[in-house]
T-cell receptor, first 111, second 116 residues
Framework: DAKTTQPNSMESNEEEPVHLPCNHS???????IHWYRQLPSQGPEYVIH???SNVNNRMASLAIAEDRKSSTLILHRATLRDAAVYYC????????????FGEGTQLTVNP | NAGVTQTPKFRVLKTGQSMTLLCAQD?????MYWYRQDPGMGLRLIHY???????AKGEVPDGYNVSRLKKQNFLLGLESAAPSQTSVYFC???????????????FGPGTRLTVL
């Protein structure tokens, strides 16, 4: 699986937008970009995924660069509950269902 | 729906003891997975199953065995526990969408295991 690079940590203020970057320069044409997050003392939860076009759902937006070598997870108004480790994961469409987790980005939200 | 549940939530073992972790899902998902997470690290895949009666090795399978006798249950066994297996264990499940590709994974709350 192609690797991703994320900052170790980021900080944000409550009710402000947060942009979490992810670099994946070796992404292949069949790799989907997935984001999961892990709240303290909980299992990970799915946030969003995309292939080429930008995606929106009730939790977040995913902006994908035109060359697909990077992407950004956007939380439009951070809340204290959004403090978590965010994982950017590439998953090949044809290689099965497994996820390979890196170390992710620890997001701190300040009140 | 309860989603994905794990039993037990906590366990302390002595080196050499055996135990089984139970994962259950009530979503009729085909795929199930076992991960471990060590402090400050991401999750690593131990074993997974693409259907009842099937299992496959993941990234770190040594020292573990699994069974999927029923679609809704996925068991993780430690035959002879070692301190290196001290970790938090997460189970997950996912369903199949069109073209046979798996959808997103749903995770359980985890089992915290300490091996002394």
């Amino acid at each position: 699986d192609a690797k991703t690079t994320q900052p170790n940590s980021m900080e944000s203020n409550e009710e402000e937008p947060v942009h979490l970057p992810c670099n994946h320069s070796t992404i292949s044409g069949t790799d989907y970009i997935h984001w999961y997050r892990q709240l303290p003392s909980q299992g990970p939860e799915y946030v969003i995924h995309g292939l080429t076009s930008n995606v929106n759902n009730r939790m977040a937006s995913l902006a994908i660069a035109e060359d697909r070598k990077s992407s950004t997870l956007i939380l439009h108004r951070a809340t204290l509950r959004d403090a978590a480790v965010y994982y950017c994961i590439l998953r090949d469409h044809f290689s099965g269902s497994r996820l390979t987790f890196g170390e992710g980005t620890q997001l701190t939200v300040n009140p | 729906n309860a989603g994905v549940t794990q039993t037990p939530k906590f366990r302390v073992l002595k080196t050499g003891q055996s135990m089984t972790l139970l994962c259950a899902q009530d979503m009729n998902h085909e795929y199930m997975y076992w991960y471990r997470q060590d402090p400050g690290m991401g999750l690593r895949l131990i074993h997974y199953s693409v259907g009842e009666g099937t299992t496959a090795k993941g990234e770190v399978p040594d020292g573990y065995n699994v069974s999927r006798l029923k679609k809704q249950n996925f068991l993780l066994g430690l035959e002879s526990a070692a301190p290196s297996q001290t970790s938090v264990y997460f189970c997950a499940s996912s369903y199949i969408i069109r073209t046979g590709r798996a959808a997103e994974q749903f995770f359980g709350p985890g089992t915290r295991l300490t091996v002394l």
